[in-house]
């Protein structure tokens, strides 16, 4: 049974993160073992990208007799810039691992300019 003190004095850690990016996305991938779709918050609040993960090990039934493995949370924030496309944000999470894909707005992609003669 969980107890509330416990509850209350949960800690938090930042999860493991590659960033990478090509021409049409930002990639990022977080490392949360332990954390379920069904326990995985991500939110985007004007220019921070949130997002919280609930790793909870705790048996349905019985009591522990050694307890190694923490329970945690993972907590990230992310500020990010006018070039991302806030309605382009995709997630997955597979074996632990969180993978956010945003998008890059058209507007901030590289583009050619074509030179004419006068």
Sequence with gaps: MKDK???????TMAAFCNIYHDENSIIMSLEMPGVTKENLDIKVDKDLL???GKRDLYPEDGEY???EIKDYDYHQEYTIDNTIDREN???T???GVVTL????KESAKPRT???TTS
């Excluded at 416990?6 to 800690?11: A, M, S, V």
């Excluded at 894909?101 to 890059?104: E, F, R, S, V």
């Design 101 to 104: 894909t945003l998008g890059i």
């Design 113 to 115: 300019i074509k030179i």
């Design 65 to 67: 007799l050694v307890k």
């Design 50 to 52: 949130i997002i919280h």
């Design 5 to 11: 003190k416990e509850l209350d004095t949960r800690k």
């Design 89 to 91: 944000i995709d997630a």
């Design 93 to 95: 999470i597979k074996n």
